[in-house]
């Protein structure tokens, strides 16, 4: 093996921290985030039907949603996809604010 090789091997690999996976949504869910390590996977993916955002705050629709969300019990270990899909609609009790 010639020292170019040796070279070329080094030069491809990569060190354990810049190794980290991407860390994709679950099927389903639009959004993800890593708290404490683990993934968490919320809201629902695809678009409006008219082609927009599915979440909107400050609208009925969001509401709608702020009021059924209201009612899930809290998780025992915070953030859940509930804590965080009513963090995204911006919800406030059962409203959702602009």
Not at 16 to 26: E, G, L, Q, V
């Amino acid at each position: 093996m010639s020292w170019e090789d040796v070279l070329k091997r080094k030069t491809g690999r990569r060190g354990k921290k810049a190794r980290k996976k991407r860390k994709k949504p679950a099927k389903g869910k639009r959004f993800s985030k890593v708290i404490n390590g683990k993934k968490r996977s919320f809201g629902q993916a695809g678009k409006a039907k008219d082609g927009g955002d599915r979440i909107r705050p400050g609208t009925k629709k969001g509401d709608a949603y702020c009021a059924r969300s209201a009612k899930i019990p809290k998780c025992k270990n915070p953030p859940c996809a509930n804590a965080l899909s009513r963090k995204k609609w911006r919800c406030r009790g059962s409203k959702s604010m602009r």
